[in-house]
């Protein structure tokens, strides 16, 4: 398996330039696919009292949203694939707005689980795939740091959208602000309006002698010679099925499946998106419940989020030193493990000042893990095949994320007590944390030695290409005179 971080794509990335403008639109993107079903938590406990459901029923908007987002992330990358990320971009704007505009006058919960969950769900994941895949196209030494400052935008709008969220409510009603709301989130269109295609100018490819021993190059250079006699053909059935498998590894290449890399990543990610997203839907809930007034609850969002906000772009920007940038994968395992260290301890918060402590520090959690969650993809796969990648890992994903928060909210309704989630939540973060770096170690290890074999692969070949060349030299001189 060749080193993940050294993607080949072809092309020199600008790593800068226009590339931050489609970091700003990617930024508005994100911001609005992540931070807008966890603002609609404010609504909760209005909505539950509305239509008279339970808690792990009322946990199932944002979590079929969140599912529906993740679940249609092959759809997404295909359509990345075939017409860029900025048509994709702008239709999943315009879903999102007919979503939130049609929830407004849903009449029982199952129409908020099709308007809000499905078909909102749908439209910001058009928004999400595409911004993280054109990141990638136009940057590469400076990628994790446009990875951080994109990212961002999920605790900007979530600091902006929490209080605006109680606002529109106290005005106009839970139905009046879903339409207000379904206006708002037409500025993803405009984000999508920046994402223009990078301009790829090709890089020459070095052309040495060298070059002429690998093996790829003397199977063109036979397929070239018309001395040298064809292959025998494939069967007809075996000619098309090969051009099926074609066409389908042209939008999704399964191959991933034996990555070693990919697999770990994959594994540890559906453990961990069970304890993932449940923390932060039911942050407001529980100050409720804990007797904290409507407005101090929404405020602790608004402080999870600015925290959230500060430790981005500073986690971008140590993700690429020197020192943490080679081994990234272990800043991503600590990062998983502090926060189920976080949700651990948030039952021994007491008050209100507990609870803003808590909201601290799991912001500072959530935050670096936030910021290399897909930067660590990239890494590990390359740019090349991060737009499939993701897609593959959002569809299995969306399993645990559409299961977290109503299994959560059911120990809620079973015990009468939020800390039994808490320390749910924090076990299942825990555990992939520790998988993560037992499993890196151990990938870390096999590249090396990979990579050393690689080297030396080369030096032999190099070596023979060598005498190659003295023996071609001193054939001429051994032949007779005639």
């Known amino acids: 398996m060749p080193p993940a971080a050294a993607a080949n794509l072809g092309y020199t990335p600008p790593d800068g330039g226009y590339g931050w403008a489609v970091v700003f639109g990617s930024f508005i993107s994100i911001g609005f696919s992540y931070a807008f079903p966890k603002s609609l938590t404010i609504y909760f406990k209005e909505i539950q009292d509305f239509f ?16 529906s987002m993740y679940a249609a992330g092959p759809v997404s990358s295909i359509l990345v694939n075939r017409y860029g990320s ?94 207000i709301l379904g206006s708002i989130v037409l500025n993803c269109c405009v984000a ?40 025998p053909r494939l069967s007809e059935e075996k000619q098309n099925e090969s051009n099926c498998q074609g066409c389908v590894n042209k939008f999704i290449d399964f191959s991933l499946f034996k990555h070693r890399g990919f697999l770990i990543y994959l594994v540890g990610n559906v453990v961990m998106f069970f304890g993932f997203f449940a923390p932060v839907v039911f942050l407001t809930p529980y100050a409720k419940d804990m007797g904290v007034d409507e407005y101090s609850a929404a405020f602790l969002l608004s402080i999870f989020a600015l925290v959230d906000m500060f430790i981005r772009p500073v986690t971008g920007l140590l993700g690429n030193t020197k020192w943490i940038r080679p081994r990234i994968q272990y800043f991503f395992s600590f990062a998983v493990s502090y926060n189920g260290v976080c949700h651990l301890l948030c039952p021994l918060a007491s008050g209100y000042t507990g609870l803003v402590v808590y909201a601290v520090f799991f912001g500072l959690a959530f935050g670096m893990l936030s910021a290399l969650l897909f930067e660590v993809l990239m890494d590990l796969v ?83 290409c060598v005498q190659l060349e003295l023996d071609r030299d001193d054939k001429p001189m051994d032949e007779p005179d005639e």
């Open 52 to 67: 008279s459901v339970s808690y792990s029923q009322i946990a199932w908007v944002s979590s079929v949203m969140l599912a």
């Open 192 to 231: 999508g309006a920046l994402m223009r295609p990078v301009n790829k100018s090709v890089k020459p490819k070095p052309n040495n002698g060298s070059a002429k021993c690998n093996g790829a190059e003397a199977g063109e250079a036979a397929a070239a010679d018309p001395g040298v006699q064809p292959a």
């Open 382 to 464: 390359g740019a090349q095949r991060f737009s499939t990648a993701v897609g593959l890992v959002t569809i299995i994903e969306c399993a645990p994320v559409l299961l977290g928060p109503p299994l959560s909210g059911a120990l809620v309704d079973i015990f009468g007590d939020y800390k039994y989630m808490y320390f749910a939540c924090g076990v299942l973060m825990l555990v992939p944390g520790i998988f993560f770096f037992i499993m890196h170690y151990y990938n870390y290890k096999k590249l090396d030695e990979e990579r050393e074999r690689s080297a030396a692969a080369k030096r032999r070949t190099s070596e023979e």
């Open 86 to 179: 900025r048509p994709v971009v702008m239709v999943g704007g315009l879903m999102v707005c007919t979503g939130m505009v049609l929830a407004s006058f849903g009449t029982s919960i199952i129409h908020l689980y099709l308007c809000v969950g499905v078909i909102g769900g749908f439209g910001l994941a058009f928004n999400l795939q595409p911004a993280l895949t054109i990141i990638g196209t136009y940057f590469q030494a400076k990628r994790p740091l446009a990875n951080g400052l994109a990212m961002t935008g999920s605790p900007v709008l979530l600091s902006t959208l929490a209080p605006l969220n109680q606002f529109l409510f106290d005005s106009f009603g839970w139905k009046g602000s879903f339409l």
